[in-house]
């Protein structure tokens, strides 16, 4: 459903962004300064806000439930150079997705992504508007996606892809400038399967044909994040299926995956997010099984530090991470 048809049936959109400028660009077109890193989070078992925080001067703000927001999933971040940030998630109770965005200083109030609905999180990526890509409903394994550019497009499913648990998506705007997803298979399937997405800005249904990446150690039970460094390429990371829940992580190097590393210290039961700052890649993930904590990490260069809790952030599903303009 597009924008027009949505307001024709009543559903309520969310005003198409302004052109950019020059200045507006440099400090964010709504207040939101480019370079800007957020997270946001479902909260803790039996709690169903959905929680953000932003990276400030060097450590974590104080976390804030988003007004009106609820899942019983995962939630999902992005923001086009220049802003806003938007903010999708799975509801509460039910299989619909909803959306707000922030301009610097307040949410809007949550509102339906028209006919979108899936049983868990969705994911975005900044492309062309936004980009969002998310799992079926329960019983249904195919993932789908639209587009937000004034309007949400129509849903489309992706050829051939399919999962259990959902996909990250990231647009590697420096290498092949394209976004690119990856997903876990779907049921009984723990392989690890990537795409790019071919179409443009022109909305059509071009994937390249989903392949599982070719590594050893590529396979998960829960979820996969993407990143896309300044230098161009794409960081991935995922929990293993290892009894100890570690975290690994590859880089997409031209057309090739390296091989896989674990991040020291860093365990997860649902599975990592990620995001670029500043040229560091920033990772924060929830903890293993019994602990929901919310824990960062970054790494330099080829080391990764020590992980540390995010203060006050806890959560029984894993956290979203985005920096405007990346």
Known sequence: MGAAAAVAAGVPTI???GAHASEQSARGRDGVPDGTTFMA??????????????????????PQPVPGALSSAGVALAGPPGGPLYLTWRGSGEEQMW?????????????????????????????????QAWKGVTGDQRIWWNRWNGGWSGNQVVPGANSSFGPALAFDRYGTGVPHMVWKGSEGDERIWWNRYLGGGSGSNNWTTPEPVPLSGATTRAGVAL????????????????????????????????????VPGARSSVGPALAVNSGYLYMTWKGVTGDEQVWWSRLVGNTWSVPQHVSGARSSFRPALATIGS
């Open 227 to 262: 990143a896309s460094p300044p230098e161009g390429g794409l960081y991935m990371a995922w929990k293993s299926t290892d009894a100890e829940e570690n975290i690994l992580y590859s880089r997409l190097s031209g057309n090739t995956w390296l091989s896989p590393r674990g």
């Open 41 to 62: 989070w479902k909260g803790v078992t039996g709690d169903e806000r959905v929680w953000w925080n932003r990276w400030d001067n060097g450590s974590w703000s104080v």
């Open 99 to 131: 959306v707000a965005r922030f301009d610097g200083s307040s949410w809007t109030w949550p509102e339906r992504v028209p006919d979108a609905n899936g049983s868990v999180g969705p994911a975005l990526a900044p492309y062309a508007g936004v980009f």
């Open 15 to 17: 005003a198409a962004p």
